[in-house]
């Protein structure tokens, strides 16, 4: 299904996502953080180690901070560049203070990972892996050489050999964890944002239709009484102008351009009646409006319809939601994009269901991607074996994300499947191995009752 064409979404897209306001807030709260650290060790524990070249590293965080809060205007966002740049001056500085108190023996130190975690769901992968990179070389070399803490009495503060190198592993292991999962849940928090963005505007775009042809019916309807007019008027100055044949060809040029405006107001009003009329439609009719734009594609568009066990004679009557029309066309495209030679529609309802299948005679879909098919933005490697019948067709998911995304606003269930031998739901029982799609909706959800269709009576005043 290809995605829309009113614009472009990608879910690979990051660019100043980071606001620095944000960002130098946080930054103040960690470094509030690490000097209460440092404070508690130092007086309550007693802990000694080099205070003037520690105050020096904070000192220098906090000037950053300061050139942040006082030379960017509050609404300034940071490029992926500058985030990754900023992101890099704070694990050097958290580097620093534990390379002067104790390394990766210090508790703290699995700090580090708080930078790259945050990377991971606001930056580019290669930023965050760059960051990765930078940060662990950073943790192995303060891991080999660091300054230990000590005791008031002078006595340093060790733990053994093997506790140092879990500790690091350990660390090291919550970094490439933390930002592989960081990334993923980002990267599909921002995929679903952006699939229900573009089927927010494939439904605006279809209601912005159907409202429009409302606006022509109505347009047509009320401007049929001047026109009228026009004409008679027009008419009774052709006949009243025959001693002046240049004035008399003018009135019948008046009156030839009216009935032309008749004509294309008659056909405008009824194309708008044909997509508007009292919102609702037989199911025939409705299915037929779906896959109207893709029956002259030179592939057989059949419909078949019939009611199910307990399903009344007479086809219900459905409401002509934009959704549904969007979401059914969507799904035809699909079908006649991929079939051979035919498609069918066939539609069958009881006393509470209405189930529709469309199925194809094309190759049916991917059988690794069945288990994903309606989720936004799937990828797939391109198999030689399987024909390429869209040249553009790049596999991203979106067209049936987003018709199983309106149709699932309607009440519908969506089942995806492939055809496996013959049919014999279909004419002659065809073998087919083409794609099959299912929907089922409760009746009540988008039928119209039989009693609403009912015109009120008028009350005749005289």
């Known amino acids: 299904m290809q995605t829309p064409t009113f614009g472009e979404i990608s879910q690979d897209y990051r660019g100043e996502w980071v606001r620095l306001r944000t960002m130098t807030y946080l930054r103040m709260v960690a470094l509030a953080g690490q000097g209460a650290a440092l404070l508690v060790a130092h007086f ?98 303060i891991s080999v050489t660091y300054q230990p803490l000590r005791f008031a009495d002078g006595t340093a503060l060790t733990v053994p050999p093997i506790f140092a190198f879990g500790f690091w592993a350990a660390i ?10 960081a990334h993923r849940v980002a990267s599909e928090a921002s995929t679903m944002a952006n699939a229900l963005l573009a089927a927010q505007m494939a439904l605006s775009r279809e209601q912005k239709l159907t409202d429009l042809g409302g606006v022509v019916a109505a347009t047509a309807h009320e401007l049929g009484t001047p ?53 609702r439609a037989p199911l ?24 199910g066990p307990g399903g009344t004679e007479g086809q219900p009557v459905i409401l002509r939601r934009p959704e549904i029309i969007h979401g059914l066309r969507n799904l035809i495209q699909n079908a006649v994009d991929f079939a051979a030679t035919q498609v069918w529609v066939q539609a069958e309802w009881t006393e509470t269901k209405l189930i529709v299948h469309i199925i194809d005679d094309g ?49 519908a269930r969506l089942d995806f499947a492939n055809c496996e031998g013959s049919v014999p739901e279909l004419p002659g029982a065809p073998v087919l191995n083409g794609a099959h799609i299912r929907l089922d909706w409760p009746l009540g959800r988008i ?16």
Request: charged fraction near 20%; charge should be neutral.
């Open 227 to 279: 026109l009228a007019t026009i004409k008679l008027v027009s008419s009774e100055l052709a006949d009243e102008l025959r001693d002046n044949p240049d004035l008399r060809e003018d009135a019948r040029l008046l009156v030839e351009q009216a009935d032309r405006c008749r004509d294309i107001l008659r056909s405008m009003g009824r194309a708008g009646k044909e997509d508007t009329h009292l919102r």
């Open 44 to 141: 309550y524990f007693g802990l000694r180690f080099q205070v003037p070249l520690v105050w020096l590293v904070m000192g220098a965080a906090a000037l950053s901070i300061l050139a942040s809060l006082l030379l960017f205007p509050q609404s300034k966002r940071l490029s992926d560049s500058e985030a990754m740049l900023t992101f890099l001056f704070d694990i050097a500085v958290l580097i620093c203070l534990l390379y002067l108190t104790g390394g990766v023996t210090n508790p703290f130190s699995l700090l580090v990972m708080a930078p790259v975690a945050v990377s991971a769901m606001a930056l580019k992968p290669r930023s965050t892996l760059l960051l990765a990179v930078v940060a662990v070389a950073l943790l192995t070399l």
């Open 363 to 411: 190759p049916g879909f991917p059988p690794t991607l069945l288990g994903y098919l309606g989720e936004p933005f799937i990828r797939r490697r391109r198999d030689p074996d399987r024909p390429r019948h869209r040249p553009d067709y790049e596999g991203m998911g979106l067209g049936l994300f987003i018709a199983k995304t309106l149709l699932e606003r309607t009440g």
């Open 284 to 307: 025939e009719t409705l299915l037929m409006e779906a896959a109207e734009p893709h029956r002259d594609r030179g592939k057989q568009v059949h419909f078949l319809l019939a009611p």
């Open 447 to 462: 039928a119209v009752d039989a009693r609403e269709m009912l015109a009120p009576n008028l009350t005749i005043t005289s």
């Open 172 to 181: 090291v292991t919550g970094i490439a964890f933390q930002a592989f999962y």
